[in-house]
């Protein structure tokens, strides 16, 4: 009964006509940047998050949420028609999509992709909607011991999760957590890395960091493979699904929504993860696994089902928690900061009609995608088409004014540009940005909780291990490392992410 209750709060919130306004932008535009390939929501929100201070928070924060998972159908459509992932998460959808368009079956593979996607996304906002609760009552009963053993194993899960090497994630993240730590200490009032930069003294700004490596480092990375693109159909057509069709991608799409809600909360899992696991699941239940790869639907269904469950339930963590599973987390609980609202349990207590209108704005989110998305697909393949030597341009514009805007200094906008050089660098390197990004969020809260957990104890490191909660969390994080850096484990995960490429 209260659950309905809730919901109605934030059915109300929802349904005020400029949230769902800001709504069907967040999901159009979403949409849009996952169909042009590189340009992915962490650095869209990144470029958008300045043009939110003027906004509510509830309308901002819809907003924002609703171009990630828009960016989720987006991405299918790049994969489907032209063999390239606009999302990382949309990549294994290539295999099978790109198939079916090739024999005629483009229209069928869109229309799996969007109903998939509506179904997963439906039952990830209930997921949400029942499990928000009693885990931020839980998490009301954390004390700083906790949640720094929390924040521990969240790190360590973005490296056991996070694709490629162990060694390069873990070093990604430790270079998170010492830009993290640049600035002033709030304790001492020592400056910490600053190089003789006043400016650095309030520290850097995740905005900046964000827009360099995702955006600027994107667009460079992009302008390299330009040239190299599949022909592009000009027409699409055969939406409708059969009943045949309908028995075969059900099961897949019931069993990718449940993969993608569990692995969707776990830090580093989320939409990428989810739709791999999935596939590779479908593949192995298959009576006719040997159809995978040439074009089977059960391999459409599954990862783009799974992707949006994943993304969806990503925002379980940072609701309840305050804990980012991923850089757009981590973007999302800059935002809340940004308009004034503290991350974590209390959100729901303090700012019920902004918890459940954010809830239920996912559902109405998922509806306006289902409806729109197949009507639109015409100007979706067009936007594919455009050039990326044109594009590059305004997404460079967008980013300078986005950094100036932040503070108003030509210092952030360089300081954008060493991040976009290193953003590019560690893509040629094979680094993946998203566990520093991590790092980067949780290093300052970690060393709060830390200090706070050490006051109390008046300087005994040993209550995070004589707090049972506390002791679990380390435990799990100390075994789930152990357990990927054996090698078994260690050759399977390569061995995963080699069949991944």
């Given at each position: 009964m209260e659950l309905l209750d809730h919901l109605s709060l934030g059915l109300q919130t929802c349904m005020s006509l400029s949230n769902l306004l800001y709504c069907l932008v967040g999901v159009i535009v979403g949409t849009a940047i996952?169909?042009?390939?590189?340009?992915?929501?962490?650095?869209?929100?990144?470029?958008?998050?300045?043009?939110?201070?003027?906004?509510?928070?509830?309308?901002?924060?819809?907003?924002?949420?609703?171009?990630?998972?828009?960016?989720?159908?987006?991405?299918?459509?790049?994969?489907?028609?032209?063999?390239?992932?606009?999302?990382?998460?949309?990549?294994?959808?290539?295999?099978?999509?790109?198939?079916?368009?090739?024999?005629?079956?483009?229209?069928?593979?869109?229309?799996?992709?969007?109903?998939?996607?509506?179904?997963?996304?439906?039952?990830?906002?209930?997921?949400i909607a029942l499990a928000a609760a009693p885990l931020a009552e839980m998490a009301l009963r954390f004390g700083p011991a906790e949640y720094f053993s929390l924040m521990v194993l969240g790190l360590v899960m973005s490296i056991v999760l996070g694709?490629?090497?162990?060694?390069?994630?873990?070093?990604?993240?430790?270079?998170?957590?010492?830009?993290?730590?640049?600035?002033?200490?709030?304790?001492?009032?020592?400056?910490?890395?600053?190089?003789?930069?006043?400016?650095?003294?309030?520290?850097?700004?995740?905005?900046?960091?964000?827009?360099?490596?995702?955006g600027l480092g994107e667009i460079v990375a992009n302008l390299q493979h330009e040239n190299i693109r599949e022909p592009i159909p000009t027409k699409v057509s055969g939406f409708l699904l059969t009943r045949e069709d309908f028995k075969r991608i059900l099961p897949p799409v019931a069993r990718g929504s449940a993969i993608g809600?569990?692995?969707?909360?776990?830090?580093?899992?989320?939409?990428?993860?989810?739709?791999?696991?999935?596939?590779?699941?479908?593949k192995m239940v298959s009576k006719t696994p040997e159809k995978f790869g040439r074009g089977a639907i059960e391999g459409v269904a599954a990862p783009e089902s799974a992707n949006n469950a994943g993304a969806q339930t990503s925002f379980i963590p940072m609701l309840t928690l305050g804990l980012p599973s991923n850089p757009v987390m981590a973007l999302m609980i800059g935002a809340m900061i940004i308009h004034g609202i503290q991350p974590g349990p209390s959100v729901m207590t303090e700012q019920p009609a902004l918890f459940w209108g954010l809830i239920v704005s996912m559902w109405m989110g998922n509806l306006m995608l289902l409806v729109l998305n197949l009507p639109l697909?015409?100007?979706?393949?067009?936007?594919?088409?455009?050039?990326?030597?044109?594009?590059?341009?305004?997404?460079?514009?967008?980013?300078?004014?986005?950094?100036?805007?932040?503070?108003?200094?030509?210092?952030?906008?360089?300081?954008?540009?060493?991040?976009?050089?290193?953003?590019?660098?560690?893509?040629?390197?094979?680094?993946?940005?998203?566990?520093?990004?991590?790092?980067?969020?949780?290093?300052?809260?970690?060393?709060?909780?830390?200090?706070?957990?050490?006051?109390?104890?008046?300087?005994?490191?040993?209550?995070?291990?004589?707090?049972?909660?506390?002791?679990?969390?380390l435990c799990v994080a100390l075994v789930a490392l152990l357990v990927v850096i054996s090698p078994r484990m260690h050759k399977k995960r390569e061995e995963a992410f080699q069949e991944e490429v």
């Open positions: 996952g169909v042009l390939p590189g340009l992915g929501p962490v650095a869209t929100i990144a470029l958008l998050l300045p043009m939110t201070f003027g906004l509510k928070p509830v309308s901002a924060l819809i907003m924002l949420s609703g171009i990630y998972y828009g960016a989720q159908y987006g991405g299918s459509t790049t994969s489907i028609l032209v063999n390239l992932p606009g999302e990382a998460s949309s990549a294994v959808t290539t295999i099978d999509g790109y198939q079916m368009a090739r024999r005629g079956n483009a229209g069928k593979a869109l229309s799996t992709a969007a109903i998939g996607s509506f179904i997963a996304g439906t039952t990830a906002t209930f997921v694709a490629g090497s162990l060694l390069h994630a873990a070093g990604m993240v430790v270079l998170g957590l010492l830009l993290g730590l640049v600035g002033t200490d709030v304790n001492s009032g020592t400056a910490r890395f600053t190089l003789g930069f006043p400016e650095l003294m309030d520290g850097i700004n995740f905005v900046v960091i964000a827009m360099g490596v995702y809600s569990v692995l969707g909360i776990l830090p580093g899992g989320g939409a990428l993860l989810s739709s791999f696991a999935s596939y590779a699941l479908e697909i015409g100007i979706w393949v067009r936007m594919i088409a455009v050039p990326y030597h044109l594009l590059y341009q305004a997404i460079l514009v967008f980013c300078a004014i986005g950094a100036f805007g932040l503070s108003n200094r030509t210092f952030d906008l360089y300081l954008m540009a060493v991040f976009g050089f290193l953003g590019y660098i560690f893509r040629k390197l094979g680094c993946e940005p998203a566990p520093m990004m991590l790092g980067f969020i949780l290093g300052p809260m970690i060393e709060e909780y830390l200090r706070r957990a050490l006051q109390l104890s008046r300087g005994d490191p040993m209550v995070l291990v004589t707090r049972p909660v506390s002791l679990a969390m």
